[in-house]
């Protein structure tokens, strides 16, 4: 549909849903010769044109190693003095949630040899304050704290505030995979894999062969696309999902997963030891949730016994 096309459809939506609040929707189906279900879509739409849409970047970044001396192999104390270049960051992806463009930044063959990642981190801490929600395979213990150390080291500001869901804390906490590993939860969960990296490729990097930091990127790149699709077949079992209806400034009830308005008829009731709420399932990703308003009454509540503390 054209532009035109598009806006002539906004404005009859817009001009049914406002007959529809000061008629009522049985006068507003006969009135349009439409049917409830398509005037219910119509509501849907609005809804979601005047929601904010969360922004969730998906992000994923690749380091250096760290130069060092010391005396023999094996296990053993290293030193901060034994260290000669401390690690950098090569470069990151990223992506919008749903979007199609895959972003990523990587230092050039100078700046490698430079040990420099001054601009890449310019770069990546734009991005990361324009979030609301990031996404990584272990971003809390280490993506993000690596970012941020370099953020400082590169004389930056902290970035705007946003929320962290990290994927690999999820496979541990919600499931029993024999490897939390990103590539093994591609390969079991979609028949995916990541791209084949070795010790070589890094080394070749520091050096500042292109070749070898274009491969890097283009490995990272493809990392970025199968964390989306692994976080996608997560979603639906995340009980710590970041809160998108909050974010979304939603009126009406949606989804904590995913921001989705419309719900199965499926139902249940969720309990605390003082309370009950009926327990929803979301018709688009499959979460489940529960209804805010307490099934108990206020006379239940008088005469409700309250469980010791354990």
């Known amino acids: 549909m054209g532009d035109l096309g598009k806006y002539l459809q906004d404005e009859r939506i817009d001009e049914i849903l406002t007959y529809c609040n ?67 960051i090569f470069g990151y992806s990223a992506k919008w949630l749903f979007a199609d463009e895959v972003m990523s930044d990587f ?86 894999e990541k791209l084949h990296t070795d010790y070589d490729l890094w080394l070749k990097c520091e050096k500042g062969d292109q070749d070898s930091l274009d491969y890097m990127e283009k490995y990272c790149r493809i990392d970025t696309e199968l964390l989306e699709e692994v976080y996608i077949e997560l979603r639906p079992w995340i009980t710590s999902h970041p809160n998108l209806p909050i974010i979304m400034d939603a009126f009406d009830s949606a989804c904590p997963n995913c921001g989705s308005f419309e719900f199965t008829d499926e139902e249940g009731y969720y309990y605390t030891p003082q309370n009950r709420f009926v327990a929803v399932r979301c018709a688009s990703c499959g979460a489940v949730s529960h209804r805010k308003k307490s099934e108990i009454t206020t006379s239940q509540r008088k005469v409700m016994s309250i469980p010791n503390a354990r």
């Not at 010769?33 to 005047?50: K, V």
């Not at 906490?173 to 490897?179: G, I, L, R, T, V």
């Open 22 to 88: 000061d008629h009522g929707e049985p006068e507003t189906c006969t009135q349009f010769s439409i049917n409830i279900e398509t005037l219910h879509r119509y509501q849907r739409e609005r809804r979601w044109r005047d929601t904010r849409n969360p922004k969730i970047l998906l992000l994923d970044i690749e380091t250096s190693l760290i130069k060092g001396r010391f005396w023999r192999t094996g296990k053993q104390y290293v030193g901060c003095d034994q260290i000669i270049d401390d690690w950098f």
């Open 107 to 192: 230092v050039t063959a100078r700046e490698s040899v430079k040990r420099d990642d001054k601009r890449i981190m310019v770069s990546a801490h734009k991005l990361i304050s324009q979030a609301d929600i990031l996404i990584g395979h272990n971003i809390k213990k280490f993506d993000m704290p690596k970012l941020k150390t370099r953020f400082f080291m590169n004389g930056l500001k902290p970035p705007m505030p946003y929320q962290l869901l990290d994927t690999l804390q999820v496979a541990y906490k919600e499931f029993a995979f024999s490897s939390a590993k990103l590539n093994y939860l591609g390969k079991i969960i979609l028949h995916k």
